[in-house]
Nanobody, 118 residues
């Protein structure tokens, strides 16, 4: 089992920045690919960004160039730096982990709310 706990959400004005953290425990963090997802009210959960075990990153088109995902294996933590935030970025943000890069995500955090005011 892997336990994931997100933090860093909050209320920010459009154009501002937030940095989310996701602390993992329970298994060897470096063995897991990590991802960030978000779900806005009334919408499906959507992919935001991910980082492989080897540090390779990918991003959804709406956030590319504004968000940056990183991981610190020594701290068992993955981060999501969010810059130039827009009201449409408002959502609950979840981190997730998977041991098999070709599989679906196995473990999910409880989420952290990000609200961007216009």
């Amino acid at each position: 089992q892997v336990q994931l706990v997100e933090s860093g959400g909050g209320l920010v004005q459009a154009g501002g920045s937030l940095k989310l953290s996701c602390a993992a425990s329970g298994r060897t963090f470096s063995n897991y690919a990590m991802g960030w997802f978000r779900q806005a009210p009334g919408k499906e959960r959507e992919f935001v960004a991910d980082v492989s075990r080897n540090g390779i990153t990918s991003y959804a088109d709406p956030v590319r160039g504004r968000f940056s995902i990183s991981r610190d294996n020594a701290k068992n933590t993955v981060y999501l730096q969010m810059n130039s935030l827009k009201p449409e970025d408002t959502a609950v943000y979840f981190c997730a982990a998977k041991s098999n890069p070709l599989s679906r995500y196995d473990y999910w955090g409880q989420g952290t709310q990000v609200t961007v005011s216009s």
